[in-house]
Structures are given as C-alpha cells and as structure tokens.
C-alpha cells in the first residue's frame, strides 16, 4: 500500500507501472516500497505536470500533505517565480511558470535531466535541491508522465559558499601563512608576499622563523607559545622582518588547528602591517601629549611624568624639583608686536629650555608663556637638591636673558620669573606641586621678576644665605678679609719639618669663617681661582720671610691647592711667577691635590705635575683614603707624599677596620717609596700607635693647631728644640 489515506494513489501508479507490464505483481508492491520508505523526495507528475504521487521523504522536505498537492502542477506549488523566468530566459524557453521549463532538454536521446532548483516549502521558507526528471512511458514508447527525484542539498551548498569564502578570504588585505603540526610552511596568500618580499615558493619548506626580528626575546616567544598551547590562540603585536631586512610591526593572529580525532594538524597565521597605524597612533599621542607651537611636552604629559617622577622619589629617596618659569612682560611683546612675533619668541624659549635640562628631565610648556622645567635625581639631601635645582634655574635665567632676534635684526630682550618647590617621596600630588611653584613664582615676580624664588621657606632661607655667604666671599679680597694660618708638620721625633697653611676668612659681618664652610662655594661659584692665587702668593711670601731666618730656612710649607684651581690653563705659570715674585726656593713649597683631581684629564694633569717637578716644586696627596685612588692608580702621578686621611686617624684607636686601612696605607707607602703623613693626630695614644706602624710624619692638635703665621714664626724662634736639625727634602725620599 503506497499511500494509506488515499487508495487513488495506487492506482495511478499503477497506470504508470503499465511499461512494467512484465513486472510480477510481487516485484510491483517491492517498488511500491522502494518508493514510501526512499530517503529522497520523490515525485510523479502527469505530462502536464500534474502532481500524481508525492512519497513521505518529500512531503517531509516540503512541509505539504498529500491532499494539499496531489493533481495540482508542480512549478506553481515548488517553485520560485524568479528562478523559473530566469531558466526559461536562459534556455530561451516560453511560459516563465510552465511546466516545460523543468522538462526542458527531456527527449529521445536525453531520458532525464538534472538541475538544481529552489524548493519553496508550505511554510514559505526554501531548500536548495538537486533535481532528476526522467520520462516514463508505456510499452507503446508513449510519454505517461515524469519521474522527479529530487535530493536536499543544502549541506553541499553551505560547504560550496564556505570555500568560496575560504577561498576569497585567503586572498584578502591580510597576509596568511599555513603550517603544518611542525611549523613547516604549507601555504602562503598574495598578500603574504607583498607584505613580507618572500614568494610562495621562498617561503613553502622553511619555517616561520624566517621572518624573526630578532626584537622579541625568547621570553616573548616562551609566553606566545605558552597561550597557544593553552587556548590554541594567540593575538599580539610583533616586529617581522622582510625579505629586504626592514623590520615592521604586524598584528598577528595565530589558531591552532585540530582534526576530528583532536590530533594537532595545523598552525594558521593571519597577519597585517600596522606601521600605518602606528605612525597614526604616535601623531595622535603627539597631538594628545605635546604643545603644537613648541612640541613640548604639554600639561597632561607633564603632570603624567610628575606623577612617575614622584613616585619614582618614593622608591629612590632622592629629590626633585619642579620649576616654573614664565617671562616677564610677554603680554607686552605680544601685543606690541604680534602673534607672530610672540610665537617665535616662544619657540626660542622652548629651545634654550631644553638647553639648560640633563637629559632625563622634562621642559614642559603650560600654555601662554608659561614654561615648566621637572627635575629628577637631585639627590637624598633637601638643602644639597635646592641648590642644584637654583643652579638649574640661574642657568634657564642667564640663558632666556640672552637677546632674542625675532623680526629683522633688532634685538628683544626679556627677562624670566622662576618659581621652584622641591618634591620628596611622593609627599604631595603634582597638582599640589604645580600649586606650590605657581605661588613661589608669584613671590618672585612680586620681588621685581628676573628672580627665582622658592616655595618652601627653610630652603629660601638657606639660599638666601647662601646667596649672602657668595656676595660676602665675593667682597672679601678686596676688603682683605682672608688670613693665612699655620699647622705644623713633625717627624718621628716631634721636630717640626713644616707647615701647612691653611685658609680662614674673618668676615666683617659674621666672624671667623672655617673653610669648609666657604671653599665648596668658592669652588661652585670659581671664586676659588683668585683666592687661590692669592694664598700661594701669600705662601710664596711667607717662605721668602723664613728663608731670611735659619730657624725657618730648611722648612716646608704645603699649600692647598683646589680641582678647579689646578685646572686652569695657566696653572704653572702662576706657581712659577708667585715663585719668582718673592725669589722663593721652589724645593720648599708643596703642594696638596686631592683624588678627585685625579679622575679626568689624566695627561693634562701628569703634564703639569710634571712640569712643576722640574722646578723642583713637590706633591702631596690629601685626604688619602676617601676617595677611590688604589696606591698602583698613583703611581702614574709624581707625588713624593700622601697624608692619610684625619677620619682614619679618628678612630684608629677603637675601630679596627680603620687600624688596618691606615696600616695598609703606611705599609704600601713604604714600599712605593710615598712618605705617610697621618692627619688629625689628636693624642699620644694615636701617635704611638702610628710611629709602631711605621708611621713617620705627623700633623694634628697633638702638635699644633693651625695658628696665625706670625705665631707660628714666633713659635720656632721662641722654641730651638723643635727645629728641625734637617732640611725635610733631605730626609725624605
Ligand atoms: P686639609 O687640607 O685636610 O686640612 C687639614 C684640616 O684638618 C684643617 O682644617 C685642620 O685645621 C684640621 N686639623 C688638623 N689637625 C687636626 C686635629 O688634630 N683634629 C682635628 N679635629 N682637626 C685637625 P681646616 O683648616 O678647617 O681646613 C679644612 C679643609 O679646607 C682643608 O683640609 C683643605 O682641604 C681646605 N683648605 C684649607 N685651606 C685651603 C686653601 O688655602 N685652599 C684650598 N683649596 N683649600 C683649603
Ligand atoms: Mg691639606
Ligand atoms: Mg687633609
């Protein structure tokens, strides 16, 4: 039984099984199965294309009950309107819904054909098939009706469209590369080659790593690899190189592929050249992040460095300093002169700022003519970073004081406000800081601008001091404010061999100043230079009055001679002229370096020592041990003595570490042929501990403080017993 629920049906299969005639009834009712349980649709039309059977697989496919169709033509029913016009066009056939456009090409020699066609189902929605129409005659050879078979083909047709999409996407803008399980490269597109130089055959065979920067590390690759592995993905930006060896960024996609049975199969790399991007990427930061006008760094950029800045204080201890610099009556030169005009000066402000700066610090522009320069690194001591920071800022003063030439060749000068405060361990935020040196800049252009003034008051007090201290040391020569005093030198047995002069300034306004309070400021400011000259002239004097006196005649008298004062081009000669000023024997002065002397210029130095050695002039080394000299370093320098450090000798008593460095410094200095001098020799313990080292010159309290020359003159002739019965230079060496 075909069809339950309509017996008719059988029989006008029956009337189509009429060519079968020869089929026994058995064989006839097996068809009849054949055709209810087949898995494809199956449909029998008259010649007209009248629906006469219908099988359960097609009313399943096409959503119809056999009453809903049965007698009525096909096309109308199944069909796209569409689609049949467009067929009959095609093959140029009349009657866009006939029937004859699915039959077409159906003839003697041609028993069936086959197309694919859209279905349209009951409920509206479509299925792409395959259709077979064949002919069924009768034994006569006459046409009884059609055959259609018809075959869901939706899954082919999904795959059809994917490789068609596979296929067009493996063309696309972006640059594929296909590996296999062992990164072999199976396959590249088009755009692979254009991006990266290496043909499809160059690169098949090899393995991704020809295209390695090398600007990854292996850390890069270990973590890439370890999210592939992971997720069987991994995204990113990495740097490739071309053919032509240009290295360029890309956005790399790489999926890891697996088989049915999960086998890894391949690696799929999809990767595109992004150095557009980034160029795009920096013009939007620079837009973002620095002052068009100057190509500064702008407010947010600078308040973003401040905040690293702070916290980089946070972890490092050390100072910084934030400085706001805004020139004085801009508004002025803007308005008299111009837009124009006023920019260029800017632009000129810009550049000399970012002279001034190490690099590492950041010159920022505010707006308008606000300036702010950031400083980093100024050290873990607040007054010490206060002054690097003024220095930082007299130099940004003198430099924007230096005329500018903006129209023509006349020349504009302008002068800057500076406000400063000093940052420390992330103690206030960046807008507090900005706050702070916006109010000492006030202060400084309430005090008549081209001035610089800080936020914090203890840090103005003490460099207004400091300023004080430099006016007063500037006065001093020529109020004749300095005095020569006098320490003596004493052999193993307690004979005065020498002297050491040594600088005091007796200030009008604060009294006896100490040198260590005003030689580091003399030597910032090169003060030190004519202070110098001054005390070897006073030196050489003080040696031409003891030549005259038997009791001073064979004595030594040691000058302390500074880096800077050393330095200078002419050094030689002012040793050799205050020499020959006073007729002085130039075997009696010596003169004290210390280490840091030592460090640069080393030929520049020898040279000079050298050419003082041969007017008989001798060296000593200072402070020998705080600084970072070893004894072999020395010998590269004529000195004929070193003086051990008065630290050392501090404690030579109670810290035995410092025992061993002066015994090692004493044992060494025998050995080099250096005669040791001990500083700050300040008790009879210390000296006898020394002598029974080996120890065989002495100064220090023990013996004499430093005193007024005239007293030290008036000591040796009061005291015949403390002469020395010896010159010192025949002793020595
Ligand atoms: P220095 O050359 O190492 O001088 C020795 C310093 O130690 C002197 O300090 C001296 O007064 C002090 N002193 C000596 N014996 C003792 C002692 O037993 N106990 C203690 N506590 N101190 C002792 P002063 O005079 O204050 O000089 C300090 C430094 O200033 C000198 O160290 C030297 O580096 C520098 N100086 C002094 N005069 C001049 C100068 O004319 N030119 C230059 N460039 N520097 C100078
Ligand atoms: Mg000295
Ligand atoms: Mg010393």
Redesign the pocket.
Known sequence: MIHDSDPSSVCCLEQFRQPLAVTPPALCALQNGILENAGRAILVTDTAGRLVYFNPAAQRMLGYAWEEVVGRVTPLLFHLPDELAEKAHFLGVSGTADFSVLIAGLGPDCPAVEADWTYVRKDGSTVPVSLTISQMRDAAGAIQGYLAIASDISKRRKLEQDLRIAAIAFESQAAIMVTDAQQRILQVNDAFTRLTGYSAEEAIGRTPSLLKSGRQDAAFYAAMWRELNATGRWQGEIWNRRKNGESFPEWLTINRIRDASGQLTHYVSTFSDISDLKVAESEIHHLAFYDPLTAMPNRRLLLNRLEKACSASKRSGQYGALLIIDIDHFKTLNDTLGHAVGDRLLVEVASRLAGCIREGDTAARLGGDEFVVMLENLGQNAAAAGVKAEIVAENIRFALARPYLLSGDTEYFRSASIGISLFHEHDKTADVLLKQADIALYRAKDVGRNTIRFFDDAMQTALDERAALEAGLRRALARDEFLL?A?PLVDTESRVIGA????RWQAAERGMV???DF?PLAEETGL?VPI?LW?LDQACAELRRWASDPQTARLYLA????AR?FRQPDFVMQVSDALARYEVDPGRLKL?LTESLLLDNVEDVVEKMQALRRLGVRFSL??FGTGFASLSYLKRFPFEQL?VD?SFIRDIMRNSDDAGIVRAIIAMGNTLRLNVVA????DAEQHAYLARHGCTFF????FGK?MPLADFRRMLSGNRDVLPPLAVGDQVS
């Not at 050491?500 to 600088?503: A, D, M, Q, S, T």
């Not at 500083?679 to 300040?682: A, L, S, T």
Request: aromatic share 6%; hydrophobic share 35%.
């Open positions: 005093y320490q050491e002069v040594l600088l100490l040198p260590g030689i030190i110098g005390v000058v302390n001679v500074s004062q004290e200072d402070d003086k008065r500083e700050g020799v300040e100064q220090g309290y023990l430093p």
